[in-house]
């Protein structure tokens, strides 16, 4: 690791890039009020990123100034709505560097990119007899919407074991492919214990059985580098609100020819060409899943946030949060009583934690008296915590906006925790 | 931070330290599982009943310290009552914690239950300290096998 962040407000000229917390906090006004009187400590990017003012901005003069319905409009307004909005598929186009615009589909978020996968791919290519392979570090998001269309199948749900670290194992993966595997679903970074799956390595695993692999970036992109095209992944899924975004808008990326193939998922407006009673023929990629006036605002927001995203190097965004991860994980285990949770090699800036005989619910009420905002519970992944043997976890997890002083300040409040508790 | 001491008094780490009647009840009437579904929270609570009398209450399972500390000193308090005098502490309980009454003018009644009332200052925490009575006032209207706080 070398040293291309800085802390400070004085950025130190000697190195190549410098990566500025304090000045990316003054661009997030949530960061000028106080919590129960206490400067804002965020430690809760994982369940949703604080917003800039550049994607506020953004989202208030569309509806100040640009503001009208997408779409087949011919009035001033409606063409310029409508650019606005395809202009954001080419945003997040670039963002994912994906090969064409048609590849982006607009969605409430990365739970229901998945939904829509399972229940169009899922549906038309899944039989009695067939498989899905997912993970054991899964959201409920990525494993829920499968088992829904398994069950309907009759097709069989299969889990790729980890280790005691939260780790994949890859071996068991490959063994269970086979001619029955239709699909492979996996999350790239564990909300619940950040580990980071070698996602490449799993795709041209599946790749050489001729499966195709869907990605869960819902905590990657907003943490790592992504280029669905150098991953080869066949599906790509991630919500706008953790990547500073607004909530209620998200993105399913699809391989054209995967996405062309596929049946529509909402029948409604705008995925149509034509209609009448007898038939209906549908819209093409990537209009076709679009059905119904979309979230036009949130498309628009979630461009304005990817653009402020990509303003820095993500390279550097991503060597800053690591340097929060290490600092604060070897911190916290010099405390006795804390067992981290989820110890791979690879993590994103995700820390889950247990404090002996003291319940994560309490440890996040007296870590809030402090102004600390952390999450306390089973981060909807009770598959992980039942492989912990552990009800939940506490959970700090670092964003783009967090410093080296907000470690200081949960190594503080835990021990004040532990204070209360002996 | 007088709120956290407030909220966890000495009694309720006690309580939830040591819980007493903190143990499966094989000869129990009445077995019911409350379920805090969104922190995890997970109890059964075992009643035994002799006419109207609870002669006995248990409970197991796992979750934070306000919702252990209430299920033990719920245990104590009730072992003994009728099931009319539970029904009117259950009232009682569940309108201090959540701020409807004040605590002072029922002191005497509530024993140790008193100490909860700091929970009504942490709104998101009623459901903790509620959990083990919503689940026993099931028991006592029969019906139910599973209490969930959703």
């Known amino acids: 690791m070398n040293h291309m962040w800085n802390d400070s407000s004085t950025p130190d000229t000697t190195v190549g890039t410098v990566y500025d917390a304090q000045r990316v906090r003054a661009d997030f006004p949530i960061f000028s009020r106080t919590v129960r009187g206490k400067p804002l400590v965020y430690l809760d990017s994982a369940a949703s990123t604080q917003k800039p003012q550049a994607m506020i901005d953004a989202t208030s003069r569309f509806y100040a100034e640009d503001y009208s319905n997408v779409h087949r409009g011919v009035h001033f307004l409606s063409q310029r709505a409508t650019d606005l909005y395809e202009d954001a598929r080419s945003e997040v186009r670039r963002f994912l560097n994906a090969e064409r615009d ?9 739970t229901e990119a998945i939904n829509l996968v399972a229940q169009t791919y899922g549906r038309s290519q ?14 409920h998001a ?9 069950q309907e199948m009759g097709a069989t749900l299969r889990v790729i074991p980890i280790n005691d670290h939260g780790e994949l194992q890859l071996d068991a993966f490959e063994d269970m492919l086979n001619e029955r595997t239709k699909i492979v679903a996996v999350v790239h970074v564990s909300n619940a214990l950040g580990t980071v799956n070698p996602v490449r390595e799993i795709i041209a695993t599946a790749h050489r059985h001729g499966v195709p692999v869907l990605v869960d970036g819902a905590q990657s992109v907003q943490h790592l580098p992504v280029d669905v095209r150098d991953l080869d992944c066949d599906f790509f899924t991630f919500s706008g609100h953790k990547i500073y975004g607004p909530t209620g808008i998200g993105v399913l990326y699809g391989k054209k020819a995967l996405l062309d193939a596929m049946p529509p998922y909402q029948g409604g407006g705008d995925m149509i060409l034509s209609v009448s009673f007898e038939r209906t023929v549908y819209n093409e990629t990537p ?7 979309p979230d036009i605002a949130g498309v628009i927001g979630l461009a304005a946030a990817l653009r402020y995203f990509r303003s820095f190097d993500i390279a550097a965004i991503a060597a800053h949060e690591q340097l929060l991860l290490s600092s604060a994980t070897a911190r916290l285990q010099e405390i006795d009583a804390l067992r981290v949770i989820g110890t791979a090699k690879e993590k994103a800036s995700v820390i889950s934690f247990t404090l002996c005989a003291v319940h994560p619910h309490d440890i996040g009420t007296i870590l809030d008296q402090h102004g600390i905002a952390v999450r306390a519970g089973h981060h909807c992944a009770q598959p992980v915590m039942r492989h912990f043997g552990i009800p939940a976890t506490a959970r700090a997890s670092f964003g783009m906006y967090n410093t080296m002083e907000d470690v200081d300040a949960l190594v503080h409040g835990i021990h004040s925790v532990l204070e209360v508790f002996t | 931070m007088d709120e956290i001491r407030d909220l966890y008094q000495q009694v309720i780490l006690d309580h939830n330290k040591n819980p007493h009647n903190f143990h499966k009840m094989d000869d129990a009437d009445s077995a019911l599982e409350g379920f805090n579904p969104l922190c995890g929270d997970h109890y059964t609570f075992y009643v035994k009943f002799d006419g109207e009398t609870i002669a006995d209450v248990s409970f197991e399972g796992s979750g934070c310290a306000i919702s252990k500390a209430s299920a033990s000193i719920m ?13 009117r502490l259950f009232e009682l309980f569940t309108s201090i914690v959540t701020g409807k009454i004040d605590v002072v003018e029922h002191v005497a009644e509530l024993g140790k239950l008193a100490a909860f009332a700091g929970v009504a200052e942490f709104p998101v925490r009623v459901k903790c300290a509620t959990l083990p009575w919503h689940t026993l006032h099931g028991a006592l209207q029969g019906g139910a096998t599973r209490v969930s706080t959703e």
């Open chain 1, 102 to 110: 048609e590849e982006i589909v607009f969605v409430r978020g990365a």
């Open chain 1, 126 to 139: 899944l039989g009695a007899g067939d498989e899905v392979i997912i993970s054991a570090i899964e959201h």
């Open chain 2, 75 to 87: 245990s104590t308090a009730l072992k003994g009552r009728t099931r009319a005098e539970a029904e």
């Open chain 1, 287 to 293: 209009f076709k899943f679009e059905a119904g006036t």
């Open chain 1, 142 to 150: 990525n494993i829920v919407p499968w088992q829904m269309i398994c």
